[in-house]
């Protein structure tokens, strides 16, 4: 946390070192990475490992919301998510999917029934209201609710308090803050779908790109990374600002859609061996790996041998940011759930230590709080 000033078995990320290449964003993976300085915030660096508030502090706040990304800063979390996709008149709007029947209120506005379709987005079939079709202001009449009000009943309690946040409302919050603290604001910021809406004329890397520029967020030392699932999204970003850049890999047996649609035969499988990664370090600074490709989980659901993922990403230079960690029992590997109820917490800090002994650089994490709590507990060993 903010205050955590002692020494510890991880070191600084430091953006400028990222800037100048001499580091490539690899934290832990050099001798002069680990073990010296200290954890702590301020100008460039950010402590290791770092813990990414997954959109926002949304175990405990409807998801990308200024709500949930506020109390994620509040409880001290290093970098606050955010994910991008467009409006018909081309705003950039966080929203985790452009389908927002699940995170608004949209199905309780008559005036908008109509607007109800069936699209296919990257190969999947859906129903629903999309942000495509509606232009900032109508999609500022409608208000953000929780999108698994199953699982997190108590987050329904703030359902209608907050809107669809732009982009560039989180940017102007993020200057605010960073004034208000006196330190600069990370934040981690994903293209959607980036290949869909290429198609459909609502290119996301130009428009990231513009909002960057005009705070000042596109250097190779901003306190940004940006990220996405499509390498090639990573790809043209980089030829548009010089923040690093993070390709978000799914599990094993999946391919990124713009390798379903290009012909490339590749998995992610192919992309965590030492030649993908090779490949993805020609244009990247770092992967943010699914948690499972770290540690694959059994049949049973129980955590099985470590992979070499992070060992050879380091030998690339490249930093490891899985996600994500969530303290729910539905969402931990079985070894460390707690009786029977999907909903209830289960041993969080136990998954969490695990997790941080392969060396990785950061998490995502739903509950930043507890995510901190974790990372005190391992620095300290």
């Not at 607007?115 to 859906?126: E, F, I, N, Q, W």
């Not at 391919?255 to 990247?284: M, N, Q, Y």
């Not at 380091?314 to 969530?326: E, F, G, N, S």
Request: hydrophobic share 35%.
């Amino acid at each position: 946390m903010e205050q955590e000033q002692r020494p510890g078995r991880r070191t600084l990320l430091g953006a400028a070192a990222i800037g100048a290449g001499a580091m490539a964003l690899s934290g832990a993976g050099t001798a002069a990475a680990v073990g010296r300085g200290h954890g702590h915030h301020g100008g460039n660096e950010l402590p290791v490992p770092t813990v990414v508030a997954h959109r926002g502090a949304s175990g405990y706040r409807p998801e990308h919301t200024l709500g949930s990304y506020q109390l994620a800063l509040d409880m001290g979390a290093h970098v606050i998510e955010q994910d991008v996709v467009p409006t018909k008149d081309g705003h950039l709007v966080c929203r985790h999917e452009n389908d927002i029947t699940g995170t608004t209120d949209v199905a309780a506005h008559p005036e908008f029934a109509d607007r109800k379709t069936t699209k296919t987005v990257d190969g999947a079939k859906l129903t629903g209201w999309f942000t495509e079709d509606f232009t900032l202001a109508e999609l500022k009449t409608l208000r953000a609710k929780e999108r698994i009000p199953g699982t997190r009943q108590e987050n329904t309690l703030y359902d209608g308090r907050w809107e669809v946040p732009t982009l560039e409302e989180v940017l102007e919050w993020a200057e605010r803050e960073g004034k208000r603290r006196g330190r600069r604001i990370w934040l981690h910021i994903e293209t959607k779908h980036p290949s869909y809406f290429r198609g459909l004329g609502l290119a996301l890397e130009p428009r990231l790109a513009k909002l960057l520029r005009a705070y000042g967020r596109h250097r190779q030392n901003s306190p940004n990374f940006v990220q996405s699932f499509e390498p090639s999204s990573i790809e043209r970003l980089r030829k548009l600002v010089s923040c690093p850049g993070v390709v978000l890999l799914s599990n094993a047996s999946s391919r990124p859609w713009d390798f379903v649609e290009s012909g490339d035969p590749r998995t992610v499988a192919d992309l965590v061996t030492p030649k993908g990664l090779a490949w993805i370090a020609g244009f990247a600074r770092g992967i943010g790996p699914d948690l499972s490709l770290i540690i694959p989980r059994d049949k049973s659901g129980k955590l099985g041998t470590p992979t070499t993922l992070v060992k050879d990403a380091h030998a690339k230079k490249l930093i490891v940011h899985p996600y994500t960690m969530r303290n729910e029992n539905t969402f931990l590997p079985l070894d460390f759930r707690k009786g029977t109820d999907p909903t209830a917490y289960g041993d969080a800090f136990g998954a969490f230590q695990v997790y941080f002994e392969q060396g990785i650089d950061g998490i995502f994490s739903d509950n930043p709080d507890t995510a901190l709590l974790a990372r005190a507990d391992f620095v300290r060993k």
